[in-house]
């Protein structure tokens, strides 16, 4: 039972302060929406022509690191000794590392297909189909941890989850070595490369993790633009940069130089209860908060690393922004939810936009521009022996 | 030694002739210029508000069929029985045609990758690398031969090119028919469609083409704006079909449902003298009249089947029409040019277009406007033996 106010004063000072929170909400509310209406594009430029710490506030939730911003990525070297950089292209390259000598790391991970492989879902051994989409290997020395799960804590550690896997290589570490110890070629390189007499699966691993850590995005015209460069945006696509940073939300989870937080977030994806059912990163930690979380992907070059999301079903960049309008929704039948001990808990940054027509196209655009295509790399040589 | 006009009359005339000469000439630029400058985007709509047949003229040459125009791709249905269709499905996705059973026709023939692979150039067995890009297989019951060069005639006979192929699925074809007979799948879903007991080559070749021939685009909006629906298009798309069909004189080899003459031609990309040098048709001919010449592709979907041209070198589709914008000049070094007995022949039809930035723009969204994505395509599963 509500107890009824029971002096004058007390009152006065009620109204007062309902008065005063309906003031500040005016206030909020006139403020957003002049915030929203007073840009046009001459005065947006104008506001983003000054360094990055000087762009306008963006709209960050409670939780969310508050200098989470974008950031360019500026080439640096990757001082990785030539020989080992070389040796580890051909072994990534190089079918020898499956159990039919037929599927390689580039398989799934081709230069022509912005390092993934264009598929919805990647197929490996015997061509049986796995679940979930091939990530693009662009920049993949920035990561802190790998796979769409996290289950990984280093690029050595990584490669030889798909070269094990009996859906993807299905090859015996063992045989891999013998295998690569019979060729002379290979022994040579490993020589030069590391100086042992045997190859050995650590050495192999670091070989293809150097040269994994080679392969990165070129500058793209955000970049140039970050760097100072205040032509090299349209305005669609300056439009499209300040709705990333505000009204759209995505730098809450889309930032720095990766774009990307590196953290797990549970999108509503996991597709519970259906054939493709996914929990991600709970199957690596069994904690059940991390239901249907998945690592935040890299938006670099994303205009050609389709499909997209961990399920890979969505072919359309537009497609995948269209459902982040939404609100990005977990949707689970009644019968699943009611027969389940626990239900995913939906990530509240998602949430659903408001987004016009104009303004999806506008984000396109900065995507877009976020993308450039990668340099052709050609499978190399690999070595055989004469006899082969 | 020329003649001197000896009487008054003669002279008169001469005169006469070249003044109407001259007028004509001058008649013939100012319609030229008028007609180029002249359509606005509004007269440009209710021009091509009409059937096609009454459309603004096309820029056709000499010796191009006067009547090739764009054509809708209306859907008709196929009408191959279900049992072949699906046994045909099972068989283009199922690695066991290949000699190492780990490639499938859909490696290279990926649904999700336009029904081609997405590389620049394809790879097949024990990965090696093969000189040309895979073409998609969207429409492919329309085509009159097969490959780029044209070198088979039916589809039932282009099935076992790639698989005999050593590059390719390197695959015998007693083998396979041995392979295929211990499968009692098979054997039982090639009773139910063959009414056979034995599973023979030309039955797996017959299953595959007619799955292939149940592989089609989707109605785009350029079918949609030909069969009448005349805000189907944007005034940049509008704009992009006038060019296409007048001063970007594409429409004189891609014409017709496919947009494709089917024809043969040298665009100057045989890379005469290079690592990658092909001649096309002429292996197949031995017509020296034929080095360098390769079917026209289709543009179907062009917006999402590159890499582009037969040697899949060029990523971007804007680069292609840069390319095309420029005459796509054959380009021979001097030395090579010097050693060659001959010389292959550059195609008239291909000349410098002098299109500005905006035409290309446009040029670029009628093509988009033309590719709609294809429906997503499981891979079936596979007949195999319990023991297995």
Redo the contacts between chains.
């Keep these: 039972m509500n107890r009824r106010p029971e002096t004058k004063k007390e009152y006065h000072l009620l109204l007062g302060v309902v008065l005063f929170l309906f003031l500040l909400m005016a206030g909020c509310l006139q403020t957003r929406s002049l915030k929203e209406a007073s840009w046009s594009d001459e005065s947006l430029r104008e506001a983003y022509a000054k360094p990055v710490a000087a762009w306008p506030q963006a709209t960050l939730e409670p939780g969310v690191d508050p200098d989470a911003e974008l950031a360019a990525l500026n080439d640096v070297p990757h001082g990785i000794d030539r020989n080992r950089r070389e040796l580890g292209k051909q072994l990534f390259?190089?079918?020898i590392l499956s159990a039919?000598?037929?599927?390689?790391c580039?398989?799934c991970h081709?230069p022509?297909?912005g390092w993934g492989d264009?598929?919805?879902q990647s197929?490996g051994?015997?061509?049986q189909?796995g679940k979930r989409n091939a990530p693009t290997l662009l920049n993949v020395s920035r990561w802190e941890h790998f796979f769409w799960d996290g289950r990984a804590a280093s690029l050595e550690e990584q490669v030889f989850g798909p070269i094990q896997d009996h859906l993807e290589m299905n090859q015996d570490l063992t045989e891999m070595e013998q295998e690569l110890n019979a060729i002379e070629g290979y022994r040579t390189a490993f020589r030069e490369a590391y100086g042992v007499e045997t190859i050995t699966r650590a050495d192999v691993a670091t070989a293809i993790a150097d040269f994994e850590r080679t392969i990165r995005s070129r500058v793209s015209r955000v970049d140039r633009f970050i760097n100072g460069q205040t032509d090299a945006l349209t305005d669609a696509e300056l439009r499209g940069l300040h709705l990333f940073r505000t009204k759209a939300r995505c730098l809450n989870c889309h930032h720095g130089p990766l774009l990307s937080d590196q953290q797990f977030h549970n999108s509503g994806q996991h597709l519970m209860g259906r054939p493709q059912e996914d929990f991600g990163r709970f199957y690596v930690t069994q904690d059940s908060s991390h239901l249907g979380q998945f690592r935040t992907p890299t938006l670099r070059d994303v205009a050609f690393t389709g499909?997209y999301l961990h399920h890979g079903?969505i072919?359309?960049l537009r497609e995948v922004l269209t459902m982040y309008n939404s609100g990005m929704p977990q949707i689970i039948s009644r019968r699943t939810r009611e027969a389940a001990a626990v239900i995913p808990v939906h990530d509240p940054l998602l949430q659903p936009l408001g987004l016009k027509d104009q303004e999806l196209n506008d984000l396109l655009a900065f995507l877009e521009a976020l993308s450039v295509?990668p340099r052709?790399v050609?499978?190399p040589e690999f070595p055989r022996n004469e006899a082969r």
């Excluded at 039919?100 to 390689?104: E, F, R, T």
């Design positions: 390259f190089d079918p039919s000598n037929q599927i390689s580039a398989s081709d022509d297909l264009g598929r919805g197929f051994h015997d061509r189909q499909p079903n072919q359309e295509r052709t050609r499978a």
